[in-house]
């Protein structure tokens, strides 16, 4: 990066942090800490609840996962709508009658302490494990930059985010996030227009889009109902639907960022907003990695992405066949080009059959480009077995750096450390709540003062912070990182929604039924999750069924009475 990159990165990261902590003002309590007063109006809430879900990890990962695997993730996002209305309805004025800290409160009055301890467990296992994710998409950025290893970098950046967190505590959070939403939007937008820009004078958006469609990327909607098909219309309303349902109303992250509205008005304005705009501004993002596919069937994109890897290879005894891969590489790519060209031209002439030969004939050539690609990671692997071949999340990275003009391409990578600063701290804030208010205070020391509940949120935070960078650490061996946070939150939030479900509408079930049909749900889910019995959305509503059938089942047999909140 040059030095004016450098500086706007620098400046840009500054003054959002300055900015979350001037605004924070200072915490006194825990409800300051943790919950901002609950004076926070629906759009500040509306920003937070997006910002804490789009993360980096959002902005780096998914133009690669559209490069590579075309738009039909996008229909992920398809039960989003429906989980905001059902959560505005039910969960929020709950919450709010209750005045809880945490979502998991509201389970210890309706059912014991033992289903609130269950449920609040598997919440900070599955978010400390996914915002260690979190924290290594923007490592990534870093050790490109500085050409250093990510463990340093991944230290860096989950240090940096634990220290404004501990200090400001949830406003700091929120007002932060604000502003981190609002640079986001222009940035992305600044992005997308420039990759149309870049492209051959003589290749419009519209073509972008045609020649993307040929190649099979434009694939937004599948209406094929396929069980082991991970996205398709299907698993995107229905298995998206219980895994928004849980992730929004269950996971104390997203929870904290609605409870801290002044009524519950303003809570459900924020999570429609949320509903309302989160569906398109992730087509955009996606849509700028098919802009990205499609610049580079005219522009030669490296062989590997992943720079990192490319040099270890260099540096060890398969230099040499890597070499003449990357030679054979360059001529396929140009094979590649022309046949592009061809398609360009026969779109333009409006002659099916010429239309028909050119497409194959270029698919043909991606498919020569592949197999030498593929062979190039066959030579990583030789070199070294935990090498990272899945170099999804390096696309827009390379796309960035090599062709933005300077000043962009330092606000384009502060974007990406801006919104995993955001999601990462408002994660850690809900890792510090629920380890305090559901542990903590509630087994280890009820009754303490608010200055020592005020104490041990911040050393929560950092305790969580340590945790979150040493799962970091690991993250590279995970492949797509958009992907693999979504799978790892549906092996836990099915059951955690189960559980939330019963508690709300099956008014007889009491705790201990409901505690062992969670247990039983859970191993059942790891089971399936693990030999690949169905796609991963769909444990989230198998998840969620299977809590309200064992409930049922085994409720007869506890002879508990039921609790009602």
Known sequence: MSLTDWIVLGTTILLIISYGLWKSGTNKNIDQFLMGNRSLSWYHIGFSVMATQASAITFLSAPGQAYSDGMRFVQFYFGLPLAMIVL???????????????????????????????????????????????????????????????????????????FYTVLGGTKAVSYTQLLQMSIIFVGMFAAGALVVVLLPHHIGFAHALKLAGKMGKMNVIDW??????????????????????????????????YLTGSSVGQSRMGLIMNGLIKIPMQFCILLIGILVFAFYQFNKPPMFFNQYEVKQVKQSQYAGKYNVLEGKYAMAFEQRKTKAN????????????????????????DAATTDIR??????????????????????????????????????????????????????????ASTSVVDIYKRTINPGASDKNYLLASRLATVFWGMVCIAMALYAGKMGNLL??????????????????????YVKRVGGSAVFIAALLSEIIICIMGYYGVVAYLWLNAIGCFLVIFLSLLLNPIMHEKAKIA
């Open 88 to 162: 505005c309805i039910t969960f929020v004025p709950i919450f709010h009658r209750l005045k809880v800290y945490t979502a998991y409160e509201f389970l210890e009055q309706r059912f014991d302490l033992k289903t609130r301890a269950l449920t609040s467990g598997l919440f900070l296992i599955q978010r400390g494990l996914s915002t260690g994710i979190a924290i290594y998409a923007p490592a990534i950025i870093l050790s490109i930059i500085l050409n250093i290893n990510t463990t340093y970098t991944t230290i860096f950046i989950g240090g940096l985010v634990t």
């Open 224 to 257: 094929k109902f396929d069980p082991s098909s991970r996205y398709n219309i299907w698993s995107g309303i229905i298995g998206g639907f219980f895994l928004q349902l849980s992730y929004f109303g269950t996971d104390q992250s997203q929870v904290g960022r």
């Open 342 to 365: 061809e398609l360009m031209a026969a779109i333009d002439s409006h002659d099916q059959t010429q239309i028909d030969k050119a497409q194959a004939s270029l698919k043909q050539a």
């Open 374 to 431: 593929r062979q190039s990671i066959g030579l990583m692997k030789k070199n070294n077995r935990q090498a990272d071949t899945d170099d999804t999340n390096y696309v827009f990275l390379n796309f960035v750096t090599h062709y933005l003009p300077r000043g962009l391409i330092g606000l384009l990578i502060a974007i990406v450390f801006l919104a995993s600063m955001g999601s990462t701290a408002s994660a850690l804030n809900s890792l």
């Open 483 to 504: 992907e693999a946070v979504n799978q790892l939150g549906s092996y836990i939030y099915g059951t955690i929604l189960g559980v939330f479900v019963v508690a709300f």
